[in-house]
């Protein structure tokens, strides 16, 4: 009996892992209204976004036949604020051609784009950092222990 709810503990465990592998998760901030994520970014869960929840922006909405996001964007913008801008979210495209997902705001000419980075792991838009690895490994060593 034990063993049962053993196995079926880890086949509900794979199965969440395996749903929440399509879905991939980006900070989505603008450093104007939260300068925690400026250039020197400071990770906060109030940031994180699961990207399946949201759709592509209206500037790009018509030319991406793909409606789910296919990574994470970090563009730097120069307005006239007199310093960076910094605006993190989702990307909707072509990974291997970033140029149209890449390409500025028509509705708002007077911002000069300075630069755009598109990368497809989870919370690859924020500071690189160990705890999702760390937690990955933790979560498999307990799932181990369990099912010995």
């Avoid at 880890?10 to 209204?33: D, H, P, R, W």
């Avoid at 140029?99 to 630069?115: E, I, R, T």
């Amino acid at each position: 009996m034990v063993s049962a709810v053993k196995c079926s503990f880890a086949v509900a465990v794979m199965i969440s892992l395996a749903c929440s592998a399509f879905a991939i998760k980006c900070y989505q901030c603008e450093s104007l209204t939260k300068p925690k994520c400026g250039l020197k970014f400071e990770a906060d869960d109030s940031m994180l976004l699961d990207c399946s929840q949201m759709g592509p922006h209206r500037n790009v909405q018509n030319f991406f036949i793909q409606r789910n996001a296919t990574g994470c964007i970090k563009k730097t913008l120069e307005s006239g604020v007199g310093h960076p801008q910094i605006v993190r979210s989702c990307y909707f495209g072509d990974i291997n051609n970033i140029q149209s997902g890449c390409q500025a705001d028509p509705a708002l000419p007077f911002v000069k784009q300075l630069g755009c980075d598109v990368c497809t792991k989870d919370e690859c838009n924020g500071s690189a950092s160990l705890a999702p690895l760390a937690g990955a490994i933790l979560l498999f060593f307990g799932l181990a222990y369990l099912l010995a």
